[in-house]
């Protein structure tokens, strides 16, 4: 049986895991300023994400922490190929969230890490979603949508919408981009759907470091 967690405090398990990511953060800003575009499947800075290339930077000190790992994607672009399922099955894609600034999560029932964070990602929900922001939160598990929303259920997850992928193409697309190495992976993006920074590792949402970022981000 699962047990709860009071939404707005992360285990220090979680906490934990955090700040190796923390630590690995560096390697990762390399990695992901040599892929560029990735494989085509992005549009740089020079069209619609012009913009969003000074936004980056101007967050980027806000990105410590609890959220030290998010990395300022070096060229903002939107990414076109990311693609899933709302909770009635209907296709999404991040032009669907047009207006909000998005932190996009990809996650797994069998992910020790994503079943860590998930509650601090609903507190974020609660606590800031709005017409300008939210968590959008895709869960990439073979098979139906009974195991999910059972683990939601169970641990007291109600602000965060499902929504799924259960070919896992998402993460194989993110993967081709440069930016998903493993799960959980979280992505923010403007309210132009274009990438800002990425992680990959879990962090404590619910955190005033997260908020801080979400702020900037927001532009608050």
């Known amino acids: ?12 398990k979680l906490i934990s895991i955090a700040a190796v990511a923390g630590i690995i953060a560096g390697a990762a800003a390399v990695y992901i300023k040599e892929t560029g575009s ?21 967050i980027t000190p806000l990105a410590k922490g609890q959220v030290a790992a998010m990395v300022a994607a070096n060229e903002p672009r939107k990414l076109t190929t990311v693609a ?9 894609t991040l032009d669907s969230f047009a207006g909000k600034t998005v932190l996009l999560n990809l996650w797994a029932t069998w992910c020790v890490p ?18 300008k922001f939210q968590v959008v939160a895709v869960n990439i598990d073979t098979g139906d ?19 799924r992928d259960n070919t896992i193409g998402v993460f194989n697309n993110l993967k081709k981009e440069g930016l998903a190495f493993g799960l959980p992976v979280t992505l923010l993006l403007d309210d132009k759907g274009c990438l800002i920074s990425a992680m990959n590792g879990p962090a404590a949402w619910d955190s005033e470091d997260a908020k801080a970022l979400i702020r ?3 532009g608050l």
């Not at 967690?5 to 220090?12: A, C, T, V």
């Not at 949508?145 to 997850?157: C, M, N, Q, R, W």
Request: net charge negative; proline share 6%; with cysteine.
């Open 1 to 12: 049986m699962t047990t709860r967690k009071p939404l707005g405090l992360p285990s220090l």
């Open 38 to 58: 990735g494989n085509g499947g992005g549009e740089t800075a020079s069209g619609q994400c012009a913009a969003a290339k000074d936004l980056a930077q101007k």
């Open 84 to 92: 899933f399922n709302d909770a009635d099955n209907k296709p999404v």
């Open 114 to 131: 994503c079943r860590e964070e998930m509650p601090a990602l609903n507190a974020l929900e609660k606590d800031m979603g709005s017409d």
């Open 145 to 163: 949508d009974e195991k999910p929303k059972a683990f939601l259920s169970e641990t007291g997850v109600d602000s965060l919408k499902l929504y």
């Open 216 to 218: 900037g981000a927001i």
